[in-house]
């Protein structure tokens, strides 16, 4: 049973590379990138708990690429199903690599998502399906060559979706002092002001090995590869490099008589 869900899952996410792979006349360049993130649930009561997260991505020799702050409300329906009514996260965007923007537009973003999580013997498979709503930082130059700032004016909507694997090596289940090998796949769509390329723009692969120290410290790491098409669908970015992930979770409960 796992032989079989892990090639339907490679399959899967092979397929997607495939169609990701049609660039077609797009001026595409090729750069390494360097992803670092810390993430923290703080359980508050058995169904509630809050988000805090940060996004550290550099690209090249880490030159900045993007930083994130990122936080958000998290309701567990049950052990399958947990929604996220309301999210927010700041984005600090940088010019970076060999297609760098006109201008460095940073982002306020609001988000919602869904949750599903199940087994397949000792297999665990993660489905994320997230919406957001993006407000993005706008500068045009002047006829003297002043640069403007509009605020944040540019409005887009963004859909994405996630299929993560996780494999416990050396026990049945991620537990503490369990290695295990993980593995995903997201894609995105995005709609709104200068947007003009309506198809599927945004691809990211993973795949790495993990650690459980215990309950609330888990370590992964392994290779990322990032494909973006720009909104009007002239030129794509194929970035590929390393991604580190610290996850620290407290249980605020504990604490409560």
Known sequence: ??????????SLVLSFQAVFAQSGDR????????????????????RLSVLVEGQFRQVTDFDPQQYQFRTALDVKLNEHFSVTPLGYV????????????????????????????????????????????????????SSDGTVMDEGYSTHQ?????????????????IEPGTYFLSAYDEIFFSWGDFVTYHDLDQNRLFTGLGYQLD?????????????????????????LGFQIQLTYNVDCTRSNP
């Open 1 to 10: 049973m796992i032989k079989l869900s892990s090639c339907l899952f490679f």
């Open 90 to 141: 700041y984005t600090w965007n940088y010019k970076y690599g060999k297609q760098p923007a006109a201008f460095a537009n940073n982002e306020h973003r609001m988000w919602q998502q869904v949750f599903f999580k199940h087994g397949l013997s000792k297999l665990r498979l993660d489905h994320r399906l997230r919406l957001e709503e993006r407000f993005i930082e706008r500068h045009s130059l």
């Open 215 to 239: 309950k609330r410290l888990t370590l992964q790491g392994g290779f990322i590869y990032q494909m973006i098409v720009k909104a009007n669908g002239a030129k794509q970015e194929n970035n």
């Open 27 to 46: 001026e595409t360049v090729t750069q390494s990138i360097q992803w670092f993130s810390l993430v923290s649930n703080l359980k508050l009561t058995k």
């Open 157 to 173: 909507t963004r859909l994405r979706y996630r299929l993560m694997a996780r494999l416990p090596l050396n026990s049945s289940a």
